[in-house]
């Protein structure tokens, strides 16, 4: 087992701080205390790496690529956070408001090499599989962790602008450039069109295989055995929306960002106020929450590593720490999820 895996598994206690990080709702309580996510919430001391351009997508894969419950351990839990492989995507914009691609990296061992110049999203599935998936202009790729590089998957050619993965299985969903979302199977052989799904700007899948996306409206919609349904109980005329991959306790539903706010969305529609809120000017531009106990974001061109065990141990964010101890009686609920989700995997 390794080191991280002990970590998630053992120190479950902390889990508390999946309350700052956009996972899971802190509760419903009136009066609870919003966390404001401010400049001080990056500080240098947390920066995993330094990028030219902006990070527009950020994947840590929580499948078996980076944590192997048969794995041994073979280095100190200090080196630890270095074997996670982390991917990530640079862009600019152009004065268009469009995308210029600036490729798609891998940081491995505190080393990021380019997998791909023109791939815009990286998709992982939930289970013991070791498999990422990127989407690009041409088609679909898949990690090949021996060579450190991407080889094509399958026989779709369409120009891929967001990529998701079913927790478990071989079912992709592509959002195309033209804003149509298909379903790849079969070793990314077969490809059918999602009619219920019209115009979508983003998607996200949650580990229950429901998909989620917004349209021009900038209004959220779930796709689930139930057919299309809006959430209730969002904003009515945001001026900027973003869906964000969910952390592994939140079963059905995902992280959505409506202007500086972030609400958690659910498969039946409903909706919460997560419990944070940002500044305007600290808002990460890309999220990878998945692992919870260890978490990524993008801020200013750099990528940013949240440790919980860092912060909780650690002097830097001291109104950090203070939050997550005010919240403390949200830390049996979410060991409890986490520990049902290991048994299930
Ligand atoms: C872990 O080891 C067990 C027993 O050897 C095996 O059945 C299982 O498939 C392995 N799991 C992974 C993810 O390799
Ligand atoms: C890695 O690259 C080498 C040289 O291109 C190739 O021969 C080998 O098959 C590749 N390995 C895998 C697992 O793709
Ligand atoms: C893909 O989507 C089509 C249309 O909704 C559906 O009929 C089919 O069952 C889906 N395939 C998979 C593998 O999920
Ligand atoms: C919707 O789902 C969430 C998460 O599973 C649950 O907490 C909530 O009670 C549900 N609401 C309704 C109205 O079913």
């Known amino acids: 087992?390794?080191?991280?895996?002990?970590?998630?598994?053992?120190?479950?206690?902390?889990?508390?701080?999946?309350?700052?990080?956009?996972?899971?709702?802190?509760?419903?309580?009136?009066?609870?205390?919003?966390?404001?996510?401010?400049?001080?919430?990056?500080?240098?001391?947390?920066?995993?790496?330094?990028?030219?351009?902006?990070?527009?997508?950020?994947?840590?894969?929580?499948?078996?690529?980076?944590?192997?419950?048969?794995?041994?351990?073979?280095?100190?839990?200090?080196?630890?956070?270095?074997?996670?492989?982390?991917?990530?995507?640079?862009?600019?914009?152009?004065?268009?408001?469009?995308?210029?691609?600036?490729?798609?990296?891998?940081?491995?061992?505190?080393?990021?090499?380019?997998?791909?110049?023109?791939?815009?999203?990286?998709?992982?599935?939930?289970?013991?599989?070791?498999?990422?998936?990127?989407?690009?202009?041409?088609?679909?790729?898949?990690?090949?962790k021996d060579n450190n590089s991407a080889d094509k998957y399958g026989t779709v050619d369409d120009s891929i602008i967001a990529i998701a993965k079913e927790k478990t299985g071989d079912v992709i969903y592509i959002l195309t450039e033209n804003h149509e979302v298909f379903n790849v199977s079969n070793g990314g052989t077969t490809k059918e069109k999602l009619d219920d799904v019209v115009n979508a700007k983003e998607i996200v899948v949650d580990y229950s295989n429901n998909l989620y996306f917004y349209s021009d409206d900038k209004q959220a919609y779930v796709r689930s055995a139930d057919g299309i349904k809006k959430i209730e109980g969002l904003p009515e005329n945001p001026s900027s929306v973003k869906l964000i991959k969910p952390p592994f306790i939140l079963e059905d539903g995902v992280p959505f960002i409506v202007d500086n706010v972030a609400y958690i969305i659910y498969a039946n529609g409903t909706s919460e106020h997560s419990g944070i809120e940002f500044k305007p000017k600290a808002k990460p531009s890309a999220y990878a929450p998945e692992a919870a106990m260890i978490q990524y974001y993008a801020y200013d061109k750099n990528i940013y590593?949240?440790?919980?065990?860092?912060?909780?141990?650690?002097?830097?964010?001291?109104?950090?720490?203070?939050?997550?101890?005010k919240n403390s009686e949200d830390i049996q609920s979410l060991s409890t999820k986490s520990r049902k989700y290991r048994q299930r995997a």
Do not use: C, W
């Open 1 to 144: 087992m390794s080191n991280i895996t002990m970590k998630i598994i053992t120190s479950i206690t902390v889990l508390s701080l999946i309350g700052f990080v956009l996972g899971a709702p802190t509760s419903n309580d009136e009066d609870d205390e919003k966390f404001l996510i401010t400049k001080s919430m990056f500080p240098k001391e947390f920066i995993k790496y330094k990028a030219e351009h902006e990070i527009v997508n950020l994947l840590l894969p929580i499948n078996s690529l980076n944590f192997d419950e048969n794995e041994s351990s073979e280095s100190s839990s200090e080196e630890s956070e270095s074997e996670l492989l982390l991917f990530f995507v640079e862009a600019d914009v152009d004065s268009n408001g469009d995308r210029v691609d600036q490729g798609l990296y891998v940081l491995k061992e505190d080393k990021a090499t380019k997998l791909l110049d023109h791939g815009r999203d990286a998709a992982a599935s939930g289970d013991d599989s070791k498999l990422v998936f990127f989407g690009a202009k041409d088609g679909i790729y898949v990690y090949n």
């Open 305 to 325: 590593e949240y440790n919980v065990l860092t912060i909780i141990l650690g002097t830097i964010l001291d109104e950090l720490k203070n939050y997550l101890n």
